[in-house]
């Protein structure tokens, strides 16, 4: 079974950063794309970066210049650095992993911003 584990989240001030990890129990190159996503309380999740197979990256406007999707194929492992954080970056942030068959998700690891 294919599982993806976020770590790094946690409570930061305003204009700070965080890196959030995401490791997989398989290659990340056997996925077609892998993200991030997010959820605040009463919102609906939305796509924050993403990457696929090719090296290909895309980010939400409310992020670019601010975050980075990289990955480390040695590690498994797709990071999302976080900087200039602001308070509506709070949210809980999830990987997703996407395979020509089927979609994986994490479990999710929480973000506040908050002075």
């Known amino acids: 079974q294919v599982q993806l584990v976020e770590s790094g989240g946690g409570l930061v001030q305003p204009g700070g950063s965080l890196r959030l990890s995401c490791a997989t129990s398989?290659?990340?190159?056997?996925?077609?794309?892998m993200g991030w996503h997010r959820q605040a309380p009463g919102n609906q999740r939305e796509l924050v970066a993403g990457?696929?197979?090719?090296?290909?990256?895309n980010y939400a406007d409310s992020v670019k210049g601010r975050f980075t999707i990289s990955r480390d194929g040695a590690k498994n492992t797709v990071y999302l650095q976080m900087n200039s954080l602001k308070p509506e970056d709070t949210a809980v942030y999830y990987c997703?992993?996407?395979?020509?068959?089927?979609?994986?998700w994490g479990q999710g690891t929480q973000v506040t911003v908050s002075s």
């Open positions: 398989r290659s990340i190159f056997s996925f077609a794309y």
């Open positions: 990457i696929d197979s090719g090296g290909n990256r």
């Open positions: 997703h992993g996407r395979s020509a068959l089927q979609n994986y």
